[in-house]
């Protein structure tokens, strides 16, 4: 299942992240797709604010993976940039903890996996246009994220 919105400015994105948040608190495994700059990082920072984060939400493009514990449920916000194809291997392990229990996991640049994540997850691609709108896609591997899909397209 599927689902688009375009976002036009950061009011709407804002709103997207607080609907999806809503819809998450029983946790779920969220692969972000996109270019630099798209947007991604940003979605996360907003879904955390809704989640009532009180950490400040970084980009964990150095360090791998950000903890924050403090909100609504647990979250974890890994990047995979500078993770080649055998250090992606390496945490595969880790990632499926992850992707199991009453949290919520965001990975960054997922397409550098090398499809290594077979288990469910909601796929997210943030595109920009010309005009810097955003254009936010989410799809369903399952059953659960099809109930979130769903939700916010209401």
Known sequence: MKYEQVCNNLDDTKELACRFAKLVTDGCFVNLY???GAGKTAFVKLVADALEVKEK???????????????????????????ENEGVKTIIDELREYSEGRQLTFVEW?????????????KINVTYNDDDSRVYTFESTEAEGDKIIEGLSR
């Open 57 to 83: 939400v970084t980009s964990p493009s150095f360090v791998i993976l950000n903890e924050y514990h403090s909100g609504i449920l647990p979250m974890y916000h890994f990047d995979l940039y500078r993770l």
């Open 34 to 36: 996109g270019e630099i």
């Open 110 to 122: 997922a397409e550098f996996s090398q499809d290594e994540i077979p288990f469910n997850h909601l």
